[in-house]
């Protein structure tokens, strides 16, 4: 069954929830092979098409984005999200679901990608890597099957991990080692896995244990299934769903040319391609990469999908990288799209208020569009929230600062969409204030 056909039936008006455990969860446990699971839930979802109406624009947005704005601290801002409570939500280019929605479902999967659509994310991300026979798969990095999937406790892939499972060592206190790339095995084997929440015990002494870890703040309520797609299929599945695709090369951690003779720009071109094949509009689709290599590739041989090419920024905050003259030559270079990390884009001003920063003004003057990532993937704000938040730690102490953050980046700083772990929060905001 085509995944087209899958999504449908699981978009759909109704009681039916993606993550629905009364719906599949019992079932599903007694599926050992992964065939029959797979089938077992087309089964289900066959069973629901025949029972209720396919709507795309129907938004769940559930209980969060309220609650962080009841955590907000009183002002206009709060009052006037207060008077979107019962505002009917709509699908927004805005709201860009990172992974899917991996706050609560394991990233890169059916499942939360289907979780991402249902909270309104206009656009969704499969990073893509590569297989050992050269198949593009959505995984965030190249090595990391080991957290992101059951591989450790399959011993017949396990032994084809680049460092297959090795336990803890509790007397000494060294921990477990894995590493387990998708260019270890075949799109087959990497389709028979299973994904889950990104995590690892570090002290686990059996396989078993390995796959434990899960933060505390996120959960594995819905970890019970988590189906792996290739590139091809999460095409096949965002355009059933309706929304747009911004898939991100990944950076290779093998030598490149693989095997000699699949170079870096196969790689780049074999990804757009797929879109081309697929016959995607390519003003729906945002190639994205943390290497300006790639996004100078795609601008200048496939000159269709260079306006929304995305150059994603890491380089550290120096004079030179915050400069009106390095935005100036990215676009010179035809970088049109820059995606810096959220802390890049902010400071405090001297009365401790969260504005933009040098860096976001001079890409702005520069006639740069700007992302910012990544919302809800800190855990709890109370204390600072962390990497994400660096630039402004002293103006964060609790969760609602959230949508402060949101609303200058949005509004001061001027960026057209925010990636988050949890897209129904950008899905509330920017419906609130009205944006597309």
């Not at 300006?292 to 994603?312: G, K, M, R």
Request: charged content about 25%; aromatic content about 8%; overall charge negative.
């Amino acid at each position: 069954m085509k995944l087209r056909t899958m999504a449908a039936m699981v978009l759909t008006a109704g009681t039916f929830v993606v993550a629905s455990p009364v719906a599949l969860g019992n079932n599903w446990q007694k599926h050992e092979d992964r065939s029959a699971r797979l089938e077992h839930l087309r089964d289900k979802i066959e069973q629901l098409r025949h029972k209720h109406r396919r709507s795309k624009s129907v938004v769940e947005l559930g209980p969060r984005p309220m609650w962080l704005v009841d955590d907000m601290d009183d002002g206009p801002l709060k009052t006037r999200l207060q008077a979107c409570s019962s505002k009917q939500a709509r699908p927004t280019d805005f709201s860009i679901g990172h992974r899917g929605a991996p706050l609560q479902f394991p990233e890169h999967t059916l499942e939360s990608y289907v979780a991402a659509a249902r909270m309104g994310a206009g656009i969704v991300e499969c990073d893509v890597a590569f297989t050992k026979d050269r198949q593009l798969v959505c995984r965030h990095a190249q090595n990391d099957l080991h957290t992101t999937t059951n591989i450790v406790v399959v011993p017949e892939l396990n032994a084809k991990c680049t460092q297959p499972f090795v336990p803890a060592d509790p007397a000494t206190g060294t921990p477990a080692k894995a590493e387990c790339r998708t260019s270890d095995i075949t799109l087959a084997e990497f389709k028979s896995l299973e994904g889950k929440m990104d995590a690892s015990n570090p002290m686990a002494t059996t396989p078993e244990e390995y796959l434990g870890g899960t933060a505390d703040w996120r959960t594995d309520l819905y970890a019970s299934r988590g189906t792996l797609l290739s590139h091809k299929e999460s095409i096949e599945l965002f355009q059933a769903l309706g929304v747009k695709y911004t898939p991100e090369l990944k950076t290779p951690v093998v030598d490149m040319p693989y095997e000699g003779d699949y170079s870096q720009e196969d790689y780049a071109r074999q990804m757009v391609e797929e879109y081309v094949q697929a016959g995607i509009d390519p003003r729906n689709v945002w190639p994205q990469s943390f290497r300006l290599d790639d996004v100078l590739f795609w601008i200048n041989e496939t000159p269709e999908f260079a306006s929304q090419a995305v150059f994603l920024d890491e380089s550290p905050i120096t004079p030179d990288t915050s400069s009106l003259a390095y935005m100036e030559e990215l676009r010179a270079q035809g970088v049109q799209v820059l995606a810096p990390a959220i802390w890049k884009m902010l400071t405090l001003n001297g009365r401790g208020d969260i504005v933009p920063s040098e860096y976001a003004e001079n890409a702005r003057t520069a006639g740069l569009d700007m992302i910012a990532w990544s919302m809800e993937r800190s855990g709890p704000l109370a204390n600072g929230g962390g990497w994400y938040y660096q630039s402004i730690n002293d103006a964060i102490n609790n969760d609602g600062d959230m949508l402060t953050v949101i609303d200058v980046l949005a509004r001061d700083v001027g960026v057209i969409g925010i990636f988050s772990d949890w897209p129904a929060t950008t899905t509330f905001y920017a419906n609130c204030m009205g944006l597309k």
